[in-house]
């Protein structure tokens, strides 16, 4: 690998390490043949950004910017590989607004019915949600896929005290049937703060 290549990967990890704040070790791996052209910090760190993937799983209060791709990064840049398409396919969405039950423990309900999908839904079905809520750490958050599995999105915390869920997170949801009513689920566990939920999608 020569100076200016190597240098160039230092930078994206450095900047990755800064961007995630997490404690982990960001892993950066050089791609291609192409040396990419120099480009300042502020460069770099956009670029790292705009060309993140989501995070598995799910973070309180959303996942930021998620995982940084060198790929995409790079060929962005204008050096690396051609990145690999953003996954695409069919988004079925629910924008009705419903009340969340202020600190009561009943859930709310948001169905959205699949259809035109076969299979299984895939490994990482992307859950996009735009609830509206002061203090959202009074928040449970669950997916629930036509045949009762239930995934956990966001839960509470006594220390979130700032406002709306608002993002997109992936569930591995293999085991479960594409097709059929979906059901986003939301519980407020104090009272004191009320909300709805604005809308949220998946796309498979």
């Known amino acids: 690998m020569n100076g200016s290549r190597r240098l160039r990967i230092s930078l994206l990890a450095v900047t990755t390490a800064a961007l995630l704040g997490t404690g982990m070790t960001p892993v950066i791996a050089a791609q291609g043949d192409r040396p990419a052209p120099a480009a300042g910090p502020s460069r770099v760190e956009s670029l790292i950004k705009s060309n993140a993937r989501a995070l598995a799983g799910t973070c309180s209060g959303g996942c930021g910017h998620?995982?940084?791709?060198?790929?995409?990064?790079?060929?962005?840049m204008g050096g690396g590989t051609t990145p690999d398409p953003e996954p695409g396919g069919q988004v079925f969405t629910d924008s009705d607004n419903w009340s969340i039950p202020d600190g009561d423990g009943r859930y709310v309900y948001s169905n959205v019915t699949v259809s035109g999908v076969s299979g299984s839904a895939p490994a990482g079905l992307r859950v996009s949600v735009d609830i509206k809520h002061t203090y959202r750490g009074d928040l449970k958050v669950q997916l629930v896929a036509p045949d009762g599995d239930v995934w956990t999105l966001k839960n509470t915390s006594a220390y979130d005290s700032a406002d709306d869920v608002i993002g997109t997170y992936t569930v591995n949801a293999s085991s479960a049937p594409a097709s059929g009513t979906w059901q986003l689920r939301v519980t407020d566990v104090y009272s004191g703060d009320t909300g709805y939920v604005d809308s949220w999608s998946l796309t498979f």
């Open 66 to 76: 998620g995982l940084a791709d060198a790929g995409r990064t790079l060929s962005a």
